[in-house]
């Protein structure tokens, strides 16, 4: 029998991938789950029913499941998509469900009957989180179980394969107007190309970073040696850009700004290009 392999590429949770989607299936689901069950001798508040008071507490901890989610995904550690696994997995769902146990404990306070018992202590706060647990890691668990055919798959295999093909991908190699210098690199690392001055400076996104390489040239020469790539395009008088590495564009006929994926910097896209640029760039306009 196959070891289970926690740090193995995983496709994302689908509630972590897309968070209001997630937010909405955890209110959904908790909300159901209370009225249909009247589990944990959930209770009314002082202020409204039993269905009222459900509805409260799905809200808030909904709302704060999404709030974690997306901070969530700020942190380095769970900020690559392409590289998930199912430890990260885990370690994600866990951290969201406590959020909403959490969030259910504080805002007990302001809802329920003040001749309550006094719910201000350890063991109180870790009911709200074991039972939040308990509660929504059901829907966790459904999104997971939908991938898990890709645990039955060879997927070490899959990843060598992709490795391969990057091995064959196409590769630039730029010359300089100085003899010693010059730039290799692959057709799919470029971001993009901008010139100051007699240097222009390529922008590669290469082992998980951004790095900035200047070679001493023209960008037309630049632009003559990279047009045999379909995908590279002179957007500007200084600016080539890598179309496979666009995200959107944003602006009107007098031109563009483009974000670029992995990148903060926008790249202009001049008045007398826009038309050529909309030939080439089929997106939806931001």
């Not at 469900?97 to 259910?104: A, D, E, N, S, Y």
């Not at 059901?138 to 391969?164: G, R």
């Not at 390489?213 to 890598?242: G, M, T």
Request: aromatic share 20%; hydrophobic share 50%.
């Amino acid at each position: 029998m196959k070891k289970l392999n926690l740090k193995m590429k995983y496709p994302q949770n689908y509630i972590i991938r897309k968070p209001v989607f997630g937010a909405l299936v955890l209110f959904v689901f908790s909300l159901g789950f209370v009225l249909l069950y009247h589990p944990l001798d959930t209770q009314k508040s002082f202020y409204f029913n039993f269905e009222m008071t459900m509805v409260f507490y799905a809200i808030v901890a909904s709302f704060f499941a999404w709030l974690a989610i997306v901070l969530l995904k700020r942190i380095p550690f769970f900020s690559n998509i392409e590289d998930w696994s199912l430890l990260k997995e885990v370690i994600s769902a866990y951290l969201v469900l406590q959020v909403m146990g959490g969030t259910i404990f504080l805002f007990a306070f302001i809802i329920e009957s003040p001749t309550e018992e006094i719910r201000w202590n350890f063991f109180t706060f870790l009911d709200s989180c074991k039972y939040s647990f308990l509660i929504g890691i059901f829907p966790f668990a459904f999104f997971t179980a939908i991938n898990y055919k890709f645990l039955l798959l060879n997927f070490v295999a899959s990843v060598n394969e992709f490795q391969e093909e990057k091995k064959q991908e196409l590769i630039i190699n730029i010359s300089s107007s100085l003899k010693k210098e010059s730039l290799s690199f692959y057709a799919n690392e470029l971001l993009f190309v901008t010139s100051d001055g007699n240097y222009v400076f390529f922008y590669l996104f290469r082992n998980r970073k951004v790095i900035k390489v200047p070679i001493r040239n023209s960008i037309s020469n630049i632009e003559d040696q990279l047009k045999r790539i379909p995908y590279y395009f002179r957007c500007h008088r200084a600016f080539i850009v890598n179309l496979n590495m666009v995200q959107y564009k944003k602006g009107n006929a007098w031109g563009y700004h483009l974000s670029i994926s992995n990148c903060e910097d926008k790249i202009p896209v001049s008045r007398k290009n826009v038309k050529a640029f909309d030939t080439l760039f089929i997106k939806p306009f931001i």
